[in-house]
């Protein structure tokens, strides 16, 4: 299929970069549907999302909308051969898969059925995975249930990866699958296999609430909890001052087989002088954190300017 005409749907910084791929590869959307520009930070700065900085980069049109179902009729005009799906958030209904003539293709980062849903990258981390990858599927009306089209190579987890290292490192890896599968898709040379639904597991919605710290846990397990969390909801605690609450953001950290004679949620000054939290077993040596309503430092700079943290229970 010559020109093959593609609406490619996708929001975040994960579909900014797979849909770059696709563009740089020479396979460009006729139409870019994504999300409303949203307020973001301290600030609430109405900000665009990545996937629409991409579409202006490249002068194609975009739709920026709320629920799909309310712009059926929109899509059709653009005669669609096929629609691609790069981390866009909603379950597509029958009628929208029905609009183009090879159905839809999602690029999904987990080795499916692994971790069908909206966080599986983030569950890759916290469970401890050695080892991840992209599956690409033809959308139905089920959650990430469509059989596969395309299945990437095994992607590393190394050592001590932050979310947004592993998540760009996917997205590529979408990209160079998705740019080799297209073609072979509109030429009708692969045939979906299905899922093997008893081997599925669920990387559920993730919540604010989820990224409270529970101290209760390991510290390896909370170091993955920080890594998993880096970019959304963060990894948080409470430090009681003068009969406040202050939120704490944990940004950076590590584990440590370093323990003491502490409580657990105590903080200390290890024996290198880094700042700690006393964990269920072992601590976590904080490396970057930021106080609620201050700018992310340094653990040796927030140390210098609170003394008064250290000994502290975290709550």
């Known amino acids: 299929m010559n020109n093959p005409r593609i609406i490619f749907f996708g929001t975040p910084e994960f579909g900014a970069i797979v849909l770059e791929g696709l563009i740089k590869a020479g396979i460009r959307p006729v139409l870019i549907v994504t999300a409303p520009d949203k307020p973001v930070g301290r600030k609430q ?3 665009p999302p990545p996937v629409k900085v991409i579409a202006q980069k490249y002068k194609i049109p975009f739709i920026q909308i709320g629920k799909t179902k309310n712009h059926l009729e929109e899509i059709k005009e653009y005669n669609p051969d096929l629609i691609i799906s790069a981390a866009f958030g909603q379950i597509f209904p029958k009628e929208l898969l029905e609009i183009p003539k090879k159905g839809g293709l999602n690029v999904h980062p987990s080795l499916l059925p692994r971790y069908r849903g909206s966080s599986p990258i983030q569950q890759a981390i916290l469970n401890g995975d050695r080892e991840t990858g992209v599956a690409i599927i033809l959308m139905d009306e089920e959650l990430d249930h469509g059989p596969i089209v ?4 095994p992607v590393l987890i190394k050592e001590h990866m932050y ?14 699958l998705l740019v080799e599968a297209i073609p072979k898709w509109l030429k009708n040379e ?5 899922q093997d639904d008893s081997k599925m597991t669920y990387a559920k919605i993730l919540e604010k609430e989820d990224g409270r710290i529970n101290w209760n846990k390991t510290a390896q397990e909370i170091e993955r909890q920080v890594r998993a969390f880096s970019d959304w909801p963060s990894s948080f605690t409470f430090w009681e001052k003068s009969g406040k609450l202050i939120q704490v953001k944990i ?3 590590r584990s440590s087989e370093e323990s003491g004679f502490h ?8 024996k290198n002088k880094e700042l700690a939290v006393q964990c269920q077993k072992n601590s976590l040596i904080v490396e970057e954190l930021q106080l609620e309503g201050s700018n992310k430092t340094r653990a ?12 502290q229970i975290l709550k």
């Open 45 to 47: 700065t109405l900000t």
């Open 150 to 153: 395309a299945m990437s190579k």
């Open 163 to 176: 979310f947004e290292e592993l998540s760009e490192k996917l997205a590529r890896t979408g990209a160079e």
């Open 190 to 194: 692969i045939e979906p296999k299905p």
């Open 251 to 253: 940004l950076k950290a």
């Open 263 to 270: 409580s657990v949620g105590q903080v200390f000054l290890n």
């Open 300 to 311: 040796k700079e927030f140390f210098n300017g609170h003394r008064d943290f250290i000994n």
